[in-house]
T-cell receptor, first 115, second 114 residues
Framework: AQKITQTQPGMFVQEKEAVTLDCTYD???????LFWYKQPSSGEMIFLIY??????QNATEGRYSLNFQKARKSANLVISASQLGDSAMYFC????????????FGTGTRLTVIP | SAVISQKPSRDICQRGTSLTIQCQVD?????MFWYRQQPGQSLTLIAT?????????ESGFVIDKFPISRPNLTFSTLTVSNMSPEDSSIYLC???????????FGPGTRLTVL
């Protein structure tokens, strides 16, 4: 069975500082993908970044980077130079290739950026 | 990426009625999914919408309560039937495109059942 764990219900960060949101996962399938999504108060789910299990390098997208440590089964999201607009819920998710391709979500972390 | 629209964006409904939510994508996609997000919770998959055949439902979700249609590769509907206050949630459509491993979400439908 697949499992995603986000242990930080809430995080605070000062504007312009970097913040790391934790995510650990568990699967026995060797082929999988890891995703991070941002959900502002409007409710939409905004795709941020993707990491494949066979990717050699950590994924980066602008101010977002994914610290992928395969042996530890962790996929932490790093947001650099935080902005007020980064305040939102952040969800880590996993998809296993051998399954139905749907996403398994963690419980989320609420990030608040302080001016 | 894919541009996904959902209608309605929100609705307030009476107990016992039904609501049909539409999901439209601007390009042909391989996979379409429907998720539910109850207040303060994470997302849970309801079903995979299969083009031209019956949807594949997850444990705890049944076709009589959540009938789904997918008549073509760009459109799907989810109906929430015989609603109760426990059905108050955000319902999200997501798609996976042919050329990427990424899943994109629609803007969601915020449903309140009185």
């Amino acid at each position: 069975a697949q499992k995603i764990t986000q242990t930080q219900p809430g995080m605070f960060v000062q504007e312009k500082e970097a913040v790391t949101l934790d995510c650990t996962y568990d699967t026995s399938d060797p082929s999988y993908g890891l995703f991070w999504y941002k959900q502002p108060s409007s409710g939409e789910m905004i795709f941020l970044i993707y990491q494949g299990s066979y990717d050699q390098q950590n994924a980066t997208e602008g101010r977002y980077s994914l610290n992928f440590q395969k042996a530890r089964k962790s996929a932490n999201l790093v947001i650099s130079a935080s902005q007020l607009g980064d305040s939102a819920m952040y969800f880590c998710a996993m998809r296993v290739r051998g399954g139905a391709n749907n996403l398994f979500f963690g419980t989320g972390t609420r990030l608040t950026v302080i001016p | 990426s894919a541009v996904i629209s959902q209608k309605p964006s929100r609705d307030i409904c009476q107990r016992g009625t039904s609501l049909t939510i539409q999901c439209q994508v601007d390009s042909q996609v391989t996979m379409m999914f429907w998720y539910r997000q109850q207040p303060g919770q994470s997302l849970t998959l309801i079903a995979t919408a299969n083009q031209g055949s019956e949807a594949t439902y997850e444990s705890g979700f049944v076709i009589d309560k959540f009938p789904i249609s997918r008549p073509n590769l760009t459109f799907s509907t989810l109906t929430v039937s015989n609603m109760s206050p426990e059905d108050s949630s955000i319902y999200l459509c997501s798609v996976e495109t042919r050329d990427t491993d990424t899943q994109y979400f629609g803007p969601g439908t915020r449903l309140t059942v009185l």
